[in-house]
């Protein structure tokens, strides 16, 4: 079998995990052999995190980065509760589809808001009334959203 301690470096392990980027100094002498649990852990720390979501029928979405998470936000303004959901876009979730769908599920007016900022181009859906767990549930249902893809806000301490 292979020697999982001792790796022979050629030239193409050496450039891709071995050397730093920037310019070597003169007499810097390189490791002939690694342990094989050592390459795997500079490939992982060099490669760059990427994410996919797949929804059936549809073209798979790859982005580069962490994947964004949902977030449901409770608020009050002029004296009514409204609830606030953003990030749906990187579900391939239609802002407009789930405010139609929760407008008759909960009887409630709903809008499609564009998030602030520039060159933001997803946009959050706006409840009347606080939803929390109504909104949870629904995404559950309709696009099998687990909770651990939901920010949900953090309860006040009372007292």
């Not at 100094?25 to 992982?44: A, I, N, Q, W």
């Not at 962490?66 to 609830?83: F, M, Q, S, Y």
């Not at 767990?133 to 009372?158: F, G, H, M, Q």
Request: hydrophobic share 40%.
């Amino acid at each position: 079998g292979v020697d999982e301690s001792a790796v022979p470096i050629d030239e193409m392990l050496l450039e891709a995990l071995v050397k730093v980027a920037g310019g070597v100094k003169k007499g810097t002498t390189f490791p002939s052999h690694l342990p094989l649990s050592d390459l795997r852990e500079r490939l992982v720390e060099r490669m760059s995190a990427f994410h996919r979501v797949t929804v059936e029928g549809e073209a798979p979405l790859f982005k580069k980065g962490a994947l964004k998470l949902i977030h449901i936000h409770l608020k009050r303004a002029a004296g009514h509760n409204k609830t606030h959901i953003s990030g749906l876009e990187s579900f391939l979730i239609s802002p407009d589809a789930v405010a139609q769908a929760l407008k008759v599920k909960l009887g409630c007016t709903t809008a499609v808001l564009k998030l602030p900022g520039n060159n933001v181009k997803e946009q959050e859906v706006l409840l009347q009334g606080h939803c929390l767990n109504e909104v949870v549930d629904y995404l559950r249902d309709a696009y099998c959203i687990d909770k651990k893809w939901v920010v949900l806000p953090t309860p006040k301490k009372s007292g």
